[in-house]
């Protein structure tokens, strides 16, 4: 085992890769110097696939209580006016004022086992491979709506990745069609709260805050009337185990459906977006997917692996514990660069390339461990249908103008891919 030096300098290069249009770049200089960086005594930087997934399976890993983090130091080392730091310039997993402590209580993202395993078993029915392979027909009959819907000039993430996730798993919690357009806003402005916080501005923050009581306010509405007008839905399965044993608590259920509307359908947005959008740049992959579309699902784990939506996770050294060689002090911070791990050069040949043709790569995309994502099935199952049903249109589309990028940090995705199919 090794003590890491401590490399304040560390932290400037840290902080220059938030908000980068193209981070990758930066992501392959930080592999290249070093494999393990520690800009602070009580945060490290995982930036290789080796490193970022023995953390993410180590059970001595996982998540602290609200307080202080060390990355709010990424603020003063960023060389930014300190005048202008946010009062709480906490980090990617600290309370932001926007989420209390009771959501983080609840929220099985931020929870360690025993709660975390509980709330996991609960949700995890809905979202089996079994379940995912039952809704095959109904994500394939939206997708050809709105494929079908889609005008000669569109934009593939307002016209098809957005709604196609939204829709699906609305009706798997049983929203009513009328108030998705509402619940996507308040999922839009939320989704940013799991950035660094020295990114989000004063006014961003009022928003989000309105938009997380806004959403309190209305799944709590919803909670009734699944008991007293139960459906074939997750909040009414949710509520009856509520009702019946007790195993889930209503702030349990809200905090719940709130995670999974966000989740399942941001992420899911991203992928499709990023999928298309790398077929687009790399016009052999697409012709060699429109030759054999079998090869869908090989492009999309390529896709992940390629660019994934989630671009960094943290976890907290519950104990003192080690990662290769480095000594890990319980309380510090690991801060693992997904987009780097993804392209370590030690998980084959040419990294940098966006190829579904090679054999397929690993990746860290969904997480790994306990805390691998629940929706991967569903969100897998969404983009290869969306993307086989889109291929014959994009066989003759062009870009009308440059992708535009939302501005987040984590979750990375596409705000706006215009096409014309037109001449």
Avoid at 35 to 44: I, N, Q, T
Avoid at 53 to 81: C, E, I, K
Avoid at 250 to 257: L, R, S, V
Wanted: glycine content about 6%; hydrophobic content about 40%.
């Amino acid at each position: 085992m090794t003590d890491l030096e401590v490399r304040p300098e560390e932290l400037q290069a840290l902080a220059a890769l938030f908000g980068l249009g193209d981070p990758y770049p930066e992501y392959a200089k930080w592999r290249a110097r070093q494999s393990v960086v520690r800009p602070h005594e009580k945060l490290f930087v995982f930036s290789r696939y080796e490193d970022c997934a023995a953390v993410l399976g180590n059970p001595a890993f996982g998540h602290a209580p609200r307080g202080a983090s060390p990355l709010r130091t990424l603020w003063r080392g960023s060389g930014r006016p300190a005048s202008a730091a946010p009062a709480n310039a906490g980090g990617a997993d600290d309370d932001t004022a926007v989420v209390t402590a009771q959501d983080n209580a609840s929220n099985m993202l931020r929870l360690n086992p025993p709660d975390h395993t509980r709330l996991r078993r609960l949700v995890s029915r809905a979202l089996t491979p079994a379940s995912v392979r039952a809704l095959m027909p109904r994500i394939e009959a939206i997708t050809n709506e709105l494929v079908g819907d889609l005008n000669p000039s569109f934009d593939v993430i307002g016209d098809l990745a957005l709604p196609l996730p939204v829709r699906v798993i609305s009706e798997l919690l049983g929203i009513p069609e009328a108030d998705r357009p509402m619940v996507v806003t308040w999922s839009e402005q939320l989704s940013r709260s799991i950035d660094p916080s020295f990114l989000i501005t004063p006014e961003s923050r009022v928003t989000m805050r309105a938009a997380r009581d806004s959403f309190h306010e209305y799944l709590g509405a919803l909670i009734p009337k699944r008991r007293r007008e139960p459906g074939d839905d997750l909040v009414s399965a949710l509520v009856h185990v509520h009702d019946e044993d007790g195993a889930l608590t209503e702030h349990e259920i809200i905090i719940t459906c709130r995670l999974l509307l966000i989740a399942g359908h941001e992420t899911t947005r991203s992928l499709i977006g990023g999928c298309v959008l790398a077929l687009l740049d790399h016009p052999a992959q697409l012709a060699a997917l429109q030759a054999d579309p079998d090869l869908v699902e090989r492009c999309v784990e390529e896709a992940l692996r390629y660019d994934p939506p989630i671009q960094l996770l943290v976890r907290s050294a519950l104990e003192d514990t080690t990662v290769g060689t480095t000594t890990v002090p319980a309380g510090a911070r690991a801060l693992m660069l997904v987009g780097a791990a993804n392209r370590d050069e030690a998980l084959g040949d040419d990294p940098e390339a966006f190829d579904f043709v090679r054999p397929a790569r690993r990746h860290l995309s969904f997480g790994h461990g306990i805390h691998f994502c629940l929706g991967a099935p569903l969100g897998r199952a969404e983009a290869a249908i969306a993307l086989r049903r889109l291929l014959p249109v994009l066989a003759e589309s062009r870009m009308t103008e440059p992708p535009v990028w939302k501005p987040h940090t984590v979750m990375r995705g596409l705000e706006h891919l215009r096409l014309t199919t037109s001449s």
